[in-house]
């Protein structure tokens, strides 16, 4: 009996100290995100798509749409996406990818990335649209699509 208690207070003390380990994680992500900006890059989605739902939806009231976006709120990204990074990342991998993010390297890094992503995003889309046309002739030409 006392082994079986010795053991469960064993396994009581291994687990509070996972438990604490796992909220260390959580909160060392959590600074990773927001020292590389990464609730407000999906604040920033969120206002891209608002922007297309606008064009859609042309009579729906500027208010709503500004209402909509005041609701926007970056941790609710940042909590969704934390156990992602520690399925990913051990406690050092986080601990580094912050040490890199604090140097100066790691700051251009973070202020370029929208840009990157945004010149990329064009490429893409570019590219899928050469892509999509190029299927299109290939159906075209096997007599899987008629021509219009």
């Known amino acids: 009996m006392k082994n079986v208690i010795l053991f469960l207070c064993c396994l009581f ?4 100290g996972f438990a604490q380990n796992d909220e260390l994680k959580s909160q060392k992500i959590k600074n990773l995100m927001v020292l590389t900006g990464a609730g407000d890059i999906g604040v920033q989605f969120v206002t891209n798509m608002v922007t297309n739902f606008k ?3 042309p009579d729906v ?17 940042i909590d969704q996406v934390v156990p992602i990074y520690a399925k990913y990342f051990s406690l050092k991998e986080i601990e580094a990818l912050i040490s890199f993010y604090e140097t100066d ?5 973070i202020r370029t990335m929208p840009l990157i992503i945004q010149d990329s ?11 999509a046309e190029r299927v299109v002739n290939r159906l075209i030409e096997k007599g899987y699509l008629e021509k219009n």
């Not at 009231?61 to 990204?77: A, Q, T």
Request: net charge negative; glycine share 8%; hydrophobic share 40%.
């Open 13 to 16: 003390f291994i687990s509070s």
């Open 61 to 77: 009231p500027v208010e709503f749409w500004d209402e909509l976006l005041k609701e926007m709120n970056s941790n609710e990204i």
């Open 55 to 57: 064009k859609t939806f």
């Open 105 to 109: 390297l790691g700051k251009k890094l």
């Open 121 to 131: 995003y064009k490429v893409g889309e570019e590219w899928g649209e050469k892509i």
